[in-house]
């Protein structure tokens, strides 16, 4: 049946007429699909057998895309240095090597004064953007913090509360030069936050000679709060790459970018807790290496160790084979590989009884964790200290990380009015699912919640899943991707219309729902409400022969330094996009420690 299925499409296309290249492309691109359809039938049963935290690895399209991921940029930076001068070759050896954003600033920097892009940044004119406008914008806002007037401060501000106004944040302004994007844009973000401080530590006690006080103080941060609307930094999966959202989150917080609200799905959500139970001392500790106490294979000093989906590392008392052994005949009887109660011992253990509304009291960050159910049974599935403030996050932590063979093994638990922790039952059946299997249509997202509880209108996104980085969308930042496709054009061109051609075709067959629900989980991206930058960390051949290794001190460090390193080259994009949003919330906050404390004078 799987052969006369796939000689009934080839003949089906070949008495198309095709007359152009495109043409050409599709024929090829839709018997290459037919194949791999033929593949997956007969390959099913042998994958639905495997844990779910290899499925992304070892199905044949998940295959395919995780050895285009490793080998496509790779092949455009050899391709474009063979012939170059050996300092140019040193300068991008640098560059993949750096261990610090200041080093990588200065060797990108060094870059662009050899491509000659340094002085595209210092040229303010573009088609790109309204340089027109923004330069009014910004010697509007300079004469007016000097001629001292608030008002006109604030006003200007208030009218540029979009974080894409006239263009700004387009992905091809940032994708040309490797230090940044314009000088003029980046002066612009750079201005708001310097007129912001300036409304900020402005005296308005008595008030201020042009009328300005403190009740116009409070309305104008509220109200631009508001206006410009929150980011969320969602951590999405990962698994066994599931370090590289420490990584993400480290990168951010040391140029002062990560945002308060954070959200986390499946192993990512484990990440967000760990962030979000934390103060910004308590932060600071946290990525200066308390995170390897918390996650490394070894004893810690404080928590159990939070040995994370490896199923090929030691249990306690066994050695390799026997552990293997233990989880294949668990899988057999029992339908999980992970010995439950141990992972979750390990879970609470480093997340403690806290629950989200503790959580927000304590560091003001808003944790979100996502469950994959349905909304039609009446509970909620997006949990955070607003729908549900009693439930313990380390149980809201398993839950989102549920396994399709293990949904009835997960117990949410709450506190009650007495603080005694007990199930919580909003209904009868929470139904969970694995987020390998559940299809929700978009109405149902988790993510759809956010705006409407929190006014988030902006996601960054942390992306450990490798495998679909060819596909993924244009919302990924590679600077000085023209630079590098600048020889072999040709190569390029095809590799650009073949990402462009099976993200159609599989969105094609999604809408028709031919995508089996664990092809579709891999491959297919979720729906976001709102704009979007994605952070990809950079996985080479090599870093294929770390993933079944232990979890120790060194790997952890090596994979928290990749998703550090797939967050600098969007650095630029980040602050243009997130600063003035940062500085809001940091004076929103200020404002509201006085008001409490009746330290606001009036």
């Known amino acids: ?38 593949t997956v039938m007969l390959l099913s049963r042998f994958i639905r057998s495997l844990p779910y935290v290899l499925y992304p690895y070892l199905h044949p399209v998940g295959l395919v895309t995780l050895v285009v991921t490793l080998f496509s940029q790779k092949f455009l930076q050899l ?14 050896r640098r560059l993949e090597q750096a261990r610090t954003f200041e080093e990588w600033r200065d060797v990108a920097a060094a870059l662009d004064d050899i491509f000659g892009l340094s002085a595209w940044r210092r040229e303010p004119e573009s088609t790109l953007y309204n340089y027109r406008n923004i330069t009014e914008r910004l010697d509007k806002l300079r004469r007016a913090k000097d ?8 006003n200007t501000i208030r009218t540029g509360l979009i974080r894409n106004m006239v263009n700004i944040a387009v992905p091809e302004l940032y994708n040309k030069a490797f230090a940044g ?113 918390i996650m490394a294979f070894e004893e810690p000093r404080a ?29 057999l009887n029992e339908h999980y590989f992970r010995d439950h109660i141990t992972l979750q011992n390990h879970v609470r253990a480093a997340l403690r009884d806290i629950t989200f509304e503790e959580a927000y009291s304590r560091t003001k960050r808003v944790l979100n964790i996502t469950l994959a159910m349905s909304t039609i049974g009446g509970a909620p599935n997006l949990l955070n200290y607003i729908t549900t403030p009693h439930v313990l996050i380390w149980s809201a932590c398993l839950a989102s990380n549920v396994s399709f063979a293990a949904e009835e093994e997960v117990t949410i638990w709450c506190k009650s009015e007495t603080g005694k922790i007990v199930p919580w039952k909003p209904v009868d059946n929470l139904n969970l699912h694995s987020w390998h299997t559940f299809r ?20 960054i996104i942390s992306q450990a ?50 995508l089996p629900n664990l092809l579709r989980s891999i491959l297919i991206e979720e729906n976001i409400p709102g704009s979007c ?55 929103f906050q200020e404002l509201t420690k006085k008001l409490d404390n009746n330290l606001l004078t009036w």
Not at 19 to 27: M, P, R, V, W, Y
Not at 440 to 459: A, Q
Request: charged share 25%.
């Open 440 to 459: 929700c249509r978009s109405k149902e997202s988790p993510l759809r919640r956010l705006p409407e509880l929190l006014n988030v209108n902006h996601f």
């Open 465 to 514: 899943r490798p495998f679909i980085i060819p596909i993924f969308g244009e919302a990924t930042h590679r600077p000085g991707a023209k630079v590098l496709a600048r020889r072999w054009k040709i190569f390029h061109l095809l590799y650009t219309l073949s990402k462009v051609e099976i993200r159609c075709r599989l969105r094609q067959l999604d809408s028709f729902y031919c």
């Open 181 to 293: 994007t314009k000088d003029l844009i980046e002066s612009y973000a750079a201005q708001q936050v310097i007129s912001l401080r300036y409304v900020m530590q402005l005296q308005t006690s008595p008030p201020h000679h042009t009328g300005f006080n403190t009740q116009a103080k409070l309305d104008f941060i509220r109200g631009a709060r508001q206006g410009l609307g929150r980011s969320t930094l969602l951590f999405q999966g990962g698994s066994i790459f599931g370090a590289c959202h420490i990584g993400v989150a480290r990168a951010l917080y040391r140029e002062g970018l990560l945002p308060r609200v954070i959200t986390g799905t499946a192993t990512g959500a484990f990440v967000a807790a760990l962030l979000c139970i934390r103060t910004d001392n308590e932060l600071e500790r946290f990525f200066e290496g308390e995170y390897l106490d």
């Open 79 to 92: 391709t474009f240095l063979i012939g170059s001068y050996p300092r140019k070759f040193m300068l991008f």
């Open 303 to 331: 928590y159990h160790s939070l040995d994370w989906f490896h199923i090929f590392s030691h249990e306690d008392g066994y050695g390799w084979f026997q552990s293997l052994l233990r989880r294949i005949i668990r899988c």
């Open 147 to 154: 001629i001292d007037d608030p008002r006109v401060v604030c």
């Open 533 to 587: 930058i994605v952070l990809l960390p950079q996985i080479s051949v090599q870093d294929l022969t770390k993933v079944f290794n232990k979890p120790t001190r060194d790997t952890l460090k090596h994979w928290v330094l990749k998703g550090e390193r797939g967050v600098w080259p969007s650095m630029s994009s980040l602050k243009v996009r997130c600063v003035l949003e940062v500085e809001l919330e940091r004076a």
């Open 1 to 38: 049946m799987a052969a006369k299925f796939v000689l009934r499409n080839v003949r089906a296309i070949t008495m198309a007429r095709r007359e152009t290249f495109l043409d050409f492309f599709e024929l090829i691109f839709l018997i290459m699909l037919s194949l791999i359809n033929l």
